[in-house]
């Protein structure tokens, strides 16, 4: 659901992710983009472009964090026998 609000609403989808720095950086970057996309309409897919990333990158911080944390909480090193 974060996915299509970014996509849709940049800025929005970017405050809700907790990430308030880029959400400026994101509505900074509509001004020019709107500008250029009369020209190239490419331009428009711009912001919406690095909310997703920004929202991608976040999320997949998260939870390689939870996975580090996990590991140790358990000890760090899996039992000798242990198999995915």
């Not at 509505?27 to 472009?49: D, H, K, N, Q, T």
């Not at 990158?57 to 000890?75: F, H, P």
């Amino acid at each position: 659901m974060i996915y299509i609000l970014a996509a849709l609403l940049p800025p929005v989808g970017l405050l809700v992710n907790g990430q308030p720095i880029s959400a400026i950086i994101n509505l900074v970057m509509i001004v020019p983009c709107i500008l250029l996309g009369l020209v190239f309409p490419l331009m428009f897919l711009v912001p919406s472009a690095h909310a997703v990333i920004a929202v991608h990158m976040k999320r997949t911080d998260r939870r390689q964090r939870e996975v580090l944390e996990a590991i140790q909480r358990s000890g760090g090193v899996p039992p000798r026998d242990w198999r995915p």
